[in-house]
Structure formats: C-alpha cells, structure tokens
C-alpha cells in the first residue's frame, strides 16, 4: 500500500505481481478500485457554455450518455489544468437542463476545485449553473476482455429494469442501470455504466453510489469466480495505460504543457479551430500550424520511445545520436513493457527528433542507450468500437 492524493492506495495484491496482473488484463479481466478520482456533476441552461469555456472540446455537440477526453486550460497560455473524461448526460421531464458528469483526477484535486470555483465565479453571475463534487461515489473499473461477459449477468433482463445488451453499448457510450446483487436484490440507486478505460483494453468504468459500492465489487468478483477476474492495483495500471500511450497527470501533462505539444491536438475539433472561443486559444490555435505554413508551430512534441538495455525513468535526458550529444528533451515515463518484453518510455523531445524511426540516445544512470522514436500506442488498443460500413 502507498499513500496517494489522501488515499492508500495498492501497488498490487498478494495472488499476482505487477507482471503477471498487467497479463491478467490483457488475456481475462481485471477490477480496478478508482474511487479516488474526483467525480463532479454540473448541470443548467449554461453548463455547455461554461464547459466550452474552460475545454477545446465542442461540448454542445456531444450527444446524451456519450464522452470526451478534454482538458481543463488555464487563460491565456493554453497549459492544461487537468486531463479530464465529459459525458453529457440525458435531460428528463424532472431535470431538464443540459447535464454532465466529469471525472477529473485524484492528485489535481485541489487544484481543480479551486479552478472550477475561480472560473465558476464569474462566469455564473446572472446565469445558472450548479457543480456538485460527488463526495465518497464510488468508482471502479472492470478491464480486460472478459469484461462484458462478467458484468452482462449482473444487468436485469426484465421488469423493472430495461434490459441492455453490453455488445450494443460502444466505447465512449454509457448508460444507467441498477444491478443485481448475489442476492437477488437490486443495488439501492442506478450505477452509470460508462464504456472505456484507462489500459487500452475493452471495459467500464461504473459509478457506483456509496452505499452499494462494495456490495457491487463482490458481486462482479462472485460472477467471475477468480479464474477469470483478480483486482489489481495501481503497478499493472501504470504500465497498461503506458503500453496504450495515455498520459499521466503531472508526468506526461503539467501546467505549462499545450494539448498541441502533447500529441493531443484531435481533442480539438474543427468547429473549435474556427471558432475558438476557450481559454488559451490565442496560444494552441497558432500552434496547430507550423511556423512554415503560417503558425507558430510547436518547440517540443511528447513521443514515445524504446530503448535498448536498461529501463529508462521519469527524468532521463533524452540527447541527439549525431555525436554532439544535444539534450533534446527528457523522459516523462518509463517501464519495462511486460507485453512486449521491451523497454518503453514516453517524453518530450525537441520538434524535428518527433518521427517515427528517428534514433535518439537516453542516459540511463549516467549511461546512453540507444533509443527510437516509434508511433504509439505501443501494444494496439482493443475498444469495442460501432463500425459503421461505409459501403
């Protein structure tokens, strides 16, 4: 156990090293207890407003139980406050303004309450808008690919629950539910089942009120049976999502890093390009053009990259293979990949060294290893995505 943003939180469980829980993942399934991220509901007539105020993405445009990777942007300089998942929620005869459900991370949290009441403040005089922090929601997620046949048995297939069917909900779609527990009961409150993840591989994230949070984890453990499903910790979680090429909070992403210099410029759509209209848009709009073409392009890029030898760690200083030995960047993230049986870093490198195949150096304790810039995600990702059939 390792204290985290005011939790102890476990690196991993006694059945299963990190190696052998990061393939349990890939091969059966996993459960992950994420309750320590930080999930908010902001609701009214100028919640999309608001939202596009603070974010890139094109809020308005987001249809009822679907999300969205964004940022939260600080003013001006376009640095992003926090990496953030957006899923609109549906309006009902009871609550009919626009809705949504936010989920922001544990170790921003304190930051990120300040900014939402800093923006807040005066963006709501004269205009209603509510945000709520849900305290003690739980949070957990079911990873792997055995996912969907574990949780569909806890789902109701009749009255007084609509049946849903797990293979026509896609990634990046959700949809409320109550379920059903070893004793035939159903959980007190709807959960909100939300397709997606954080290790590139098919499975949920399901909001889970308090009461019936641990009541809900037995139940996906008792369906399963441990052939099938183990808990995993926060080891295995780091190397999936790194394997996946997603960021992590205050290694991968800081504050005075752009979407643009983070390789995360498609969360900015084209009418956002257009129109602009969100904070730091002066600074990341220009930067979507080189400086060739017009703009102002970009300094630095996050890359991924493998390296020969020894795992290289957050912070190693990435150099030119030219024989200068130029520090072009450094390393943000680094582990032995357990699916590839290679090492694999991600960090930043000094644009022009961005492309895939180019070769870099890394100092490992002191020492260079030969390194490659190479496309990522590293291990491909496996989402069950709606393909439309364009024939």
């Keep these: 156990m390792v204290p985290f943003a ?19 993942t890939r091969e059966k399934a996993s459960l992950f207890d994420v309750g320590h991220m930080v999930q908010h509901h902001l609701s009214g007539p100028s919640a999309p407003a608001f ?23 600080h003013p001006k300089t376009g640095g992003i406050v926090d990496d953030t998942v957006i899923t609109r929620l549906p309006s009902t005869p009871s609550s009919p303004d626009p ?7 544990a170790g921003c949290r304190d ?13 709501s005089e004269g205009k209603e808008i509510t945000h709520t922090v849900l305290e003690d929601q739980g949070l957990i997620a079911l990873q792997g690919p055995l996912s969907a046949s574990i949780l569909q048995p806890l789902i109701p297939s009749d ?52 009461a019936d949070t641990v009541a809900v984890t037995e139940a996906l453990l008792a369906s399963a049976g441990p052939e099938n499903l183990r808990l995993a910790g926060l080891g295995a979680r780091d190397s999936l999502r790194l394997e ?14 752009t979407p643009v210099e983070a390789g995360l410029s498609w969360i900015i759509p084209k009418t956002r390009r257009t129109s602009g209209g969100f904070h730091g848009a002066e600074a990341i709009l220009p930067q979507l053009t080189p400086k060739k073409d017009g703009g102002t392009g970009v300094q630095r890029r996050r890359v ?12 190693a200083e990435i150099v030119a293979s030219d024989g200068e030995g130029e520090v072009i960047g450094r390393v943000t993230s680094g582990c032995p990949s357990p699916s590839l049986g290679a090492n694999i870093a991600m960090g930043y490198v000094k644009n022009g060294f961005h492309k895939a195949g180019t070769e870099v150096g890394v100092l490992v304790r002191g ?25």
Aim: charged share 20%; proline share 6%.
């Design 6 to 24: 005011g939790y102890s939180m476990p690196v991993q469980y006694s059945d299963l090293s990190v190696g052998e829980s990061h393939k349990w």
């Design 51 to 73: 939202l596009e105020l603070i974010t890139p993405t094109a809020i308005s445009a987001l249809k009822p139980y679907t999300s969205t990777l964004s940022c939260l942007l």
């Design 99 to 105: 809705a949504f459900y936010i989920v922001t991370n």
């Design 111 to 123: 930051k990120d309450l300040a900014y939402f009441s800093e923006q807040l403040a005066p963006f």
């Design 159 to 210: 009255s007084p629950m609509p049946h849903i069917d797990l293979n026509t909900l896609y990634f990046g779609t959700s949809t409320r539910t109550r379920l059903l527990l070893p004793s035939g009961a159903l959980t007190s409150e709807e959960v909100l089942i939300s397709r997606g993840g954080y290790t590139g591989e098919d499975g949920f994230e399901i909001s889970i009120a308090p």
């Design 244 to 257: 996946a090429g997603m960021c992590l909070y205050g290694h991968d992403l800081d504050d005075s890093t």
């Design 304 to 315: 991924g990259l493998t390296i020969d030898g020894a795992p290289a760690r957050e912070g």
């Design 367 to 391: 020492k260079g290893r030969v390194a490659r810039v190479v496309k990522m995600p590293f291990v491909g990702t496996r989402y069950h995505r709606e393909w439309v059939n364009a024939g």
